[in-house]
């Protein structure tokens, strides 16, 4: 049974704790809380970074982080541009968000494009329908280096995958861009040091310890608009390794496979060779989170392919300084 | 007990904090991964990734331990290297898991996962009892400001579910938490193996008719971490917002009690003085801004202020400080020693630091502070500290965040060492 130790030995403290003032107001609740915090970091990425940037996708959590950025920095301009690693197979629907949401914002976007990269040599073009999604670490290296960047602001959540599971809120990279999951910089309290020498860089992920349920009910929340793939619709799919992967210019069906027109939404938005659809007649962000709440099968599980090629592909692709 | 897939669903809930420590080997990562699997946090697919994980290193049925042991080497050797965070909800509450490693050689991991908890399961194989790396984790923990304490006596089942090696768990922990700030220790016996009292009660143990731990964890008190008492509202200043019609704002988090509009204040160090006249976030005015809500404020006068500086009531304002003592852990492998140059980061500021003096070391045996020259890799001990800037400090048990610090090295840029502001409390061990 839970013990109280005596109080003629804790006297003091005890007292402290029962008369504490604002004992009785109303706390703040769990959203308010990842949201404060994750203002917070900003905040200190921003202020502790000589030239910070915003990582944005287009996709549900990088369109958190512009929220929470406008929360962090209005009436004042980001104290940072956003970038988009752009693999070029993209979601028509996406890229419309993407430039919309820069131009309403009013701030700069960069776009480092892994075509470019492609184009210089510095990776080999894995053909017209390879996934492109590991290409995107050295892109993403290049343009850090190319802009000098020392500090990244990514959407990544610790409950996306085993290995992000391990990750500091400020995690280190060194000058070669990877991470050490063995040697991370002990991060105490809320104290994030963001010290860097040139040539290494940060990554900082404000959204840490938000769930994906916790993504979607501040969306809700905060009434913020995400690409309409999100949200079910109906679209030519076709069923690959287990998953449902968008007809495009980039995917189209093999031998042997048949076309399905589905009702689907995306959970993820990511590479499209890659990033799997989910049967879903859910298209209201309630709908979605009653989805997301009773859902049997993790985020990434779901919908992302180039997680399923060994035991460790998350941890083996930030190594080499993917997101 | 409760327990629920999809459970947390509307908001509001409240957000317990917990750290998983004690010693390698005696099962933490078991113990969160039964727990996770038993509430049904799991997802299918992470599941089947557990097993087939499993099979491939030989072992029998389901290792869940490689829920949270997911980095390679981790799974390769079998131990946790760095703090992986769970997140976990019940019907009742919203839980952030931090699994922490039990090597020594890991505790710097350990004291990051403790840092930001509100309570402590504390792993204890009882087969074993208390090691001195359980006593390492307790203390560490205790001096971290954990006040709550859920200790799980593991793999009963290995002792026959015997009542005395229960008991005698039970009993060193609360023999050590006496000597530390512990307001509140539960002991359950369980095996996490087989899921004994981990969420479903136990036939097992018939004489045992206290909670499960997730009983446990939802009836712990929540948010201890941010409810501090005493010193008073702070305010570090983060970031200086220019506003368009001119003027400035000055945005940071809430510490230690709430600034209201009218507040007379104190610029620290600098000691100019103000009031507030507005206290507002991005969603518009507040009344009040509590603790750890990040906040902008405004005041009446054009004063200095920029970051690192501590914007506080007149009323109880802590004194700006030259030199200070300290608790701290200590992570690097070279000694820390007297002459050592660092620099500290305290709330927003860092400034240039020197070490004036290692004054004592802490035994974490026998709980006693001893006089040292230095402190070796994962000491702790109490030190002196000169710094280049005036620090605006509160005692680190009135307030966590002004009374907290790190050292950086200032070569390698490495966090080499968590500092809290006054010396240990420590009850004396009792006579005989």
């Given amino acids: 049974m839970t013990t109280i130790l005596e109080p003629e030995v804790r006297e003091d403290e005890v007292a402290t704790v029962a008369g504490q003032p604002g004992a009785d107001r109303a706390r703040p609740d769990h959203l308010d809380l990842l949201e404060s915090h994750a203002i917070f970091v900003m905040r200190e990425v921003a202020a502790e970074c000589e030239r910070p940037v915003l990582l944005f996708s287009g996709g549900k959590d990088s369109a958190v982080l512009l929220r929470l950025a406008e929360k962090a920095f209005r009436p004042g301009r980001f104290p940072f541009p956003i970038m988009h690693v752009d693999t070029g197979h993209n979601f028509p629907e996406v890229i419309d968000y993407r430039d919309r949401r820069a131009a309403e914002l009013g701030e700069e976007l960069l776009v480092a494009s892994v075509q470019d990269s492609i184009d210089r040599g510095r990776v080999a073009d894995p053909g017209p329908e390879g996934t492109r999604n590991r290409l995107q670490s050295v892109t993403l290296l290049d343009a850090i280096a190319e802009h000098g960047f020392d500090a990244c602001i990514g959407g990544a959540r610790r409950d996306e995958d085993k290995a992000r599971a391990k990750e500091r809120i400020l995690s280190f990279r060194d000058a070669f861009g990877q991470w050490d999951p063995r040697n991370q910089r002990p991060e105490l309290w809320h104290l994030y040091q963001g010290r860097v020498r040139t040539g290494e860089h940060l990554r900082a992920f404000p959204l840490s310890d938000w769930t994906e349920l916790d993504v979607w009910q501040y969306i809700e929340r905060e009434a913020i608009e995400l690409p309409s793939i999100y949200y079910s619709h109906r679209r030519p799919v076709v069923e690959r390794g287990g998953m449902l992967l968008a007809l495009s210019d980039w995917v189209t069906a093999g031998p042997g496979e048949t076309v399905e027109e589905a009702v689907v939404r995306f959970r993820t938005v990511g590479d499209a060779t890659c990033t799997g659809a989910v049967r879903s007649g859910a298209s209201t962000i309630a709908e979605v989170i009653a989805e997301v709440a009773s859902s049997r099968v993790s985020e990434r599980g779901a919908t992302r392919a180039d997680d399923r090629f060994s035991e460790t592909s998350m941890e083996d692709r930030k190594r080499e300084g993917y997101f | ?432």
């Fill in chain 2, 1 to 432: 007990m409760s327990s629920l897939d999809g459970a947390g669903v509307g908001t509001g809930s409240e957000l317990l904090r917990f750290a998983a420590v004690g010693s390698v080997d005696d099962g933490k990562s078991t113990l969160i991964g039964r727990l996770l699997h038993d509430t049904k946090q799991l997802f299918d697919d992470q599941l089947e990734a557990v097993a087939t994980a499993s099979r491939r290193r030989g072992v029998e049925g389901v290792d869940l331990a490689f829920v949270t042991d997911g980095l390679r080497a981790e799974r390769e050797q079998g131990i946790t290297i760095d703090v992986a965070y769970r997140y976990a909800a019940t019907p009742r509450r919203k839980f952030v898991i931090a699994d922490c490693p039990g090597h020594v050689q890991y505790t710097r991991n350990m004291a990051t996962g403790a840092s930001t908890a509100d309570l402590a399961v504390v792993v204890v194989d009882a087969t074993a009892g208390l090691r001195e790396q359980t006593r390492r984790h307790c203390c560490i923990a205790a001096l971290l400001g954990v006040r709550h304490l859920i200790v799980a006596a593991n793999k009963m089942d290995l002792t026959g579910w015997d009542e005395a090696a229960f008991r005698t768990v039970e009993a060193d922990m609360m023999a050590l938490s006496r000597r530390l700030e512990v307001e509140s220790v539960v002991t359950v016996p369980v095996s996490a193996l087989h899921g004994d009292n981990v969420v479903e009660p136990s036939a097992a143990a018939p004489w045992y008719r206290g909670p499960t731990i997730l009983a446990a964890l939802e009836e712990a008190p929540a948010g201890a971490w941010a409810q501090e008492g005493g010193a008073g509202a702070r305010l570090p200043v983060q970031w200086v917002v220019r506003q368009p019609g001119g003027g400035r704002s000055y945005a940071g988090m809430v510490t230690g009690g709430a600034l209201r509009p009218g507040d007379e204040v104190v610029i620290l160090p600098g000691g100019s003085q103000s009031r507030i006249t507005e206290v507002s976030t991005y969603d518009g005015p507040l009344e009040e801004a509590i603790a750890s809500q990040s906040v902008t404020v405004t005041l009446a006068d054009d004063v200095d202020v920029s970051r690192g500086d501590l914007i506080a009531p007149v009323e109880g304002a802590p004194e700006p400080v030259a030199e200070l003592e300290a608790t701290v852990c200590w992570f690097a492998e070279h000694p820390l020693e007297a002459g050592q140059r660092y620099r500290v980061k305290h709330t927003t500021r860092v400034t240039p630091a020197r070490v004036l003096s290692v004054e004592s070391r802490l035994d974490v045996g026998t709980l006693e502070l001893g006089p040292a020259a230095r402190l070796g890799d994962n000491d702790i001990g109490v030190v002196r500290l000169a710094v280049a800037t005036p620090l605006a400090v509160d005692p680190y048990r009135t307030n966590r965040v002004t009374g907290s610090f790190v050292l950086i090295d200032e070569a390698t840029n490495a966090t080499v060492a968590a500092g809290m502001v006054g010396a240990p409390v420590l009850a004396a061990a009792p006579a005989g």
